[in-house]
Nanobody, 116 residues
Framework: QRQLVESGGGLVQAGGSLRLSCAAS????????MGWYRQAPGKERELVAT???????NYADSVKGRFTISRENAKNTVYLLMNSLKPEDTATYYC??????????WGQGTQVTVSS
């Protein structure tokens, strides 16, 4: 069974840092693209950052310069290093992966809360 398992969320003060991890498990996953999305209460899910298997990254304007996405292809793991966190970064963060056959997978979500 293929699944994504996230970890690393929590409560942090404004200006602090957190690192999220997402590990993909299962046979023949053949992941191409991986990314992070977030959803705050009452809002739609939005893209945070993505990274291809070749290392090309893309960031939402709201997190550019503060967040860094990276991945270890051999481990099918993607990370999101979040620095200079703001209260408006508070959300449930979801890991996302797309296989080479365009099949989408989602993690269960991890809560990030930034206090002011």
């Amino acid at each position: 069974q293929r699944q994504l398992v996230e970890s690393g969320g929590g409560l942090v003060q404004a200006g602090g840092s957190l690192r999220l991890s997402c590990a993909a498990s299962g046979t023949n996953f053949n992941i191409n693209y991986m990314g992070w999305y977030r959803q705050a209460p009452g809002k739609e899910r939005e893209l945070v950052a993505t990274i291809t298997s070749g290392g090309t990254t893309n960031y939402a304007d709201s997190v550019k310069g503060r967040f860094t996405i990276s991945r270890e292809n051999a481990k099918n793991t993607v990370y999101l290093l979040m620095n200079s966190l703001k209260p408006e970064d508070t959300a449930t963060y979801y890991c996302n992966a797309k296989s080479v056959w365009d099949t989408l997978y989602w993690g269960q979500g991890t809560q990030v809360t930034v206090s002011s």
